[in-house]
């Protein structure tokens, strides 16, 4: 059974960096079939897509971001990490990550609150 388990702070200042991880189990990150993904929802809002880093290492992020995020992963614990730098008070949000397969995200993790304030 594949699991997702989120951890990190979940408080954080403005203008320093989230930093979240993403802890795989019952999968390897290095699958040709799958890729990981950060998803958030800010309160009262709908999901987004932050970004994505596939088997190979090769990652993709949202435009809406301005290049304040990076992914990045440990393959020998099967563990994939989101950075956001220069974080406000809208980056609060319930954070998720969660599996691709090419047929969408197919098992996500239970989510992390994290709020930013001072």
């Known amino acids: 059974q594949v699991q997702l388990q989120e951890s990190g702070p979940g408080l954080v200042k403005p203008s320093q960096t989230l930093s979240l991880t993403c802890s795989v189990s019952?999968?390897?990150?290095?699958?040709?079939?799958?890729?990981w993904t950060w998803i958030r929802q800010p309160p009262g809002k709908g999901l987004e897509w932050m970004g994505v880093?596939?088997?190979?290492?090769?990652?993709y992020y949202s435009p809406s971001l301005k290049n304040r995020a990076s992914i990045s992963r440990d393959t020998s614990k099967t563990q994939f990490s989101l950075h956001l730098n220069s974080v406000t008070p809208e980056d609060t949000a319930v954070y998720y990550c969660?599996?691709?397969?090419?047929?969408?995200?197919?098992?996500w993790g239970q989510g992390i609150q994290v709020t930013v304030s001072s």
């Open positions: 880093i596939t088997y190979s290492g090769t990652t």
């Open positions: 019952g999968a390897s990150i290095t699958d040709t079939y799958y890729a």
């Open positions: 969660a599996r691709v397969n090419q047929g969408g995200n197919d098992v």
